[in-house]
């Protein structure tokens, strides 16, 4: 069966559920029933000689995917897949998939030698939110990109111009192009940044900076922790948020060689090695059919 | 007497375990626990301190929620390797009269109590055959007066019929409770009697639905129910006003709590669970979002028991 068959909307759009992470939490316990649902109700004859498992037909759901309904499933894992993955095969990096700033959530960032997020909007988002957006962003992060569709790269020129931009075209053999660098900012906002740490990031931070940790109980050790972390000079405060987002890190075992479908996933579920060694093991299983 | 209705996690299991310590509830409590954890650890803990203290409850076999949902056999094969009349038999009935019956008979089980919705039809065979076996002694029906065929038949039986209400009312986020100050709760306690049930259950001042897990809250809420002049129970909710971010747990908790400490002392309640929260205020000391669960709860129940205690 290829990929190169028309799919009606509706249809396309029931596929892209099985890419959800309640979905995912389902196979995870075996339950594959989604997956059998979508089977017995538009695949019937999805068959091959080789191609069997669960593994295989979600791999060809994929494929219809990307090339007809490029969801924001599909252009975070192409974009993970096709750039990040190989910047972090050269760094020591760590990448977070929906990053809570304030009251925005960047779709990817990414921290290693730099803190960079990177922000996506397809066809079909709007730019209503994005000012508020890059308010949030630029409190804390290095560099900002926004990646966009080449169709729209005039509309988000206009933006900042420190904002980078990254234009997309899925169908394309480069999929994703560098259309302007961002400019580097070491401004760092100690009032947003105590509010991503955990507790003991923020105590670790005050207690590794100053040597020791003042007097605190646990009702003021927040408001005496962020006066003492926002008198730490910008550039330092920078590196020792980086090293502590470093720090949180899972375990993961993106590869944009195996499984490349699924790396998004990984990601946003926070799965180390383990998780994804038995999702894998389970989706290997022939189809019931 | 009260049956409140539990889920048997961590902080419920010792908030009744912690009553029982102090002798609080014996005699005009029986909780009714519904397990949500395949693992028995919890139980097992409670089970000891439970048995000492001469103090029953209920253990629901089929519960409706959580890693064991439904009608099988992991908690019937765990009540069997329990001493008898500390953990008592519960069933929730939702037309499997069958596996109610033979797992009565399979695991000879007496003193059986029947939850039920109160659409039940008691000229169905499949639930009156259940409701007249002698080794059901007790039906807690939820809002039973919606249904009086139902509340009718179970007073002809002349077993225990416990009223079940869910008093609670939940908001969608935590910080919608900061504009609510206080309100009725509950007046089952004076009526149950006269209106002719045995016991009355509720949730405590938790909400009947169960959530698996839980995220961290953007605000704290600490609710504490307490007597009126009137002896009826109204409910105070204190949240917490910084709740923008879920940043700074400890803060909220530190807001949430100046408030029903200074409302406490002022009105001058106390018991041991609210002599508890005096004391993390005190200390200022967070002590973690189950003990704050825990506290509410115990406040409620001690509440309720020292009402039905002194009558």
């Given at each position: ?17 099985l ?13 594959l ?135 997309f ?16 900012s ?91 060694k ?5 989706l ?6 | ?38 693992t ?11 048995q ?44 499997n ?16 109590l ?58 969608l986020r ?68 910084t ?69």
């Amino acid at each position: 069966m290829s990929s190169t068959r028309t799919f009606s909307p509706n249809q396309l759009r029931d596929y892209s559920s099985l890419f959800s992470r309640s979905a995912v939490k389902e196979w995870m316990k075996g339950n594959l029933s989604s997956i059998d649902f979508k089977i017995s109700r538009y695949d019937q004859n999805w068959y091959s000689k080789t191609k069997r498992t669960y593994i295989d037909y979600l791999k060809f759901i994929y494929s219809v995917l990307e090339n007809q309904y490029q969801n924001e499933y599909i252009l975070k894992n192409s974009f993970l897949n096709d750039w990040l993955i190989k910047e972090m095969g050269e760094s020591n990096s760590e990448l977070y998939s929906e990053f809570r700033i304030g009251n925005a959530i960047a779709d990817l960032v990414m921290f290693n030698g730099i803190s960079r997020a990177f922000e996506i909007k397809t066809e079909l988002d709007s730019d209503k939110r994005l000012n508020s957006q890059l308010d949030q962003y630029r409190k804390v992060f290095n560099e900002i990109f926004l990646i966009v569709p080449v169709s729209k790269i005039k509309e988000y020129e206009t933006y900042d111009s420190n904002v980078g931009i990254i234009c997309f075209d899925i169908l394309s053999s480069k999929k994703f192009q560098l259309v302007r660098p961002a400019t580097r900012s070491n401004h760092i906002d100690a009032e947003s940044i105590m509010h991503i740490f955990h507790t003991n990031e923020y105590k670790e931070i005050v207690t590794y900076y100053y040597g020791q940790l003042p007097e605190v109980t646990s009702f003021n050790q927040f408001e005496v922790c962020k006066g003492l972390i926002s008198e730490i000079p910008q550039n330092e405060l920078n590196q020792l948020f980086i090293n502590k987002m470093k720090s949180r890190a899972g375990n993961y075992d993106l590869s944009a060689r195996y499984y490349k479908e699924f790396n998004q996933l990984s990601l946003a579920l926070r799965m180390n090695m383990k998780n994804r060694k038995h999702l894998f093991s389970i989706l290997k299983a022939p189809l019931k059919v | 007497m009260y049956y409140p209705l539990l889920r048997a996690r961590q902080f419920e299991l010792i908030t009744i375990r912690e009553l029982v310590a102090e002798n609080a509830i014996q005699d005009v409590i029986t909780p009714i626990f519904e397990p949500v954890k395949e693992t028995h650890n919890n139980l097992d803990i409670a089970f000891g301190i439970f048995q000492q203290g001469a103090q029953s409850a209920y253990l629901i076999l089929n519960p409706g929620y959580g890693e064991m949902a439904g009608d099988g056999t992991h908690y019937l094969d765990y009540l069997l390797t329990k001493e008898q009349g500390t953990y008592l038999p519960a069933f929730r009935y939702r037309s499997n009269g069958d596996y109610i019956r033979n797992a009565i008979q399979d695991y000879n089980l007496t003193g059986c109590l029947i939850i039920c919705q109160n659409d039940v039809n008691p000229s169905n065979p499949d639930f009156s055959e259940l409701a007249e076996l002698e080794e059901v002694v007790a039906f807690n029906v939820e809002d039973p007066g919606r249904n009086r065929s139902l509340s009718s038949y179970l007073r002809d039986l002349n077993k225990l019929f416990i009223r079940l209400d869910d008093p609670f009312e939940r908001q969608l986020r935590n910080s919608d409770f900061l504009p609510i100050a206080e309100h009725q709760f509950s007046e089952e306690h004076l009526y149950f009697q006269n209106e002719g049930y045995s016991g009355f259950s509720d949730y405590t001042v938790l909400p009947s639905e169960f959530i698996e897990g839980g995220s961290t809250p953007r605000a704290v809420v600490i609710h504490l129910t307490y007597l009126n002049e009137q002896n009826q129970i109204w409910i105070r909710h204190f949240t917490s006003d910084t709740n923008d971010s879920i940043a700074n747990v400890q803060g909220k908790f530190a807001e949430a709590a100046a408030k029903a400490v200074n409302y406490c002392r002022a009105n001058r309640l106390s018991n041991s669970a609210l002599e508890e929260l005096f004391d993390h205020f005190d200390e200022q000391h967070y002590p973690g979002l189950g003990t704050v669960k825990k506290i509410c709860m115990k406040n409620h129940i001690l509440i309720v028991a020292g009402y039905l205690r002194s009558r």
